[in-house]
Nanobody, 123 residues
């Protein structure tokens, strides 16, 4: 059973940084692409970034390019999201997901969602 556990969220001031972590279990982590999504109150859950199984390909939503970096450590079965220059509009619950990269270049979720981790950017 695919399981992911997110951690690392919190309250941070605008311009600050956070690093989110996601531990995967119940699947062959090293063979699966991973992604980060976020969902703000009243909005849909949208993909923020994703990374290929081997880590050689990463892609980002336009509004986080240059500020967020996704990475993974397959030995630890963990994917990270380094978030810098945070803005109030980055406030959301962040979820990680196992999935696959579509031929069109997008990312599709597979398996169960974790509980997510809350990120709040505010003074």
């Amino acid at each position: 059973q695919v399981q992911v556990v997110e951690s690392g969220g919190g309250l941070v001031q605008p311009g600050g940084s956070l690093r989110l972590s996601c531990a995967g279990s119940g699947f062959s982590f090293i063979t699966v692409s991973m992604g980060w999504y976020r969902q703000a109150p009243g909005k849909e859950r949208d993909v923020v970034a994703f990374i290929s199984a081997g880590g050689g390909l990463a892609n980002y939503a336009d509004d986080v390019k240059g500020r967020f970096t996704i990475s993974r450590d397959n030995a630890k079965k963990t994917v990270y999201l380094q978030m810098n220059s945070l803005k109030p509009e980055d406030t959301a619950v962040y979820y990680c997901s196992a999935g696959y990269i579509r031929d069109s270049g997008g990312f599709s979720h597979l398996g169960s969602w974790g509980r997510g981790t809350q990120v709040t950017v505010s003074t």
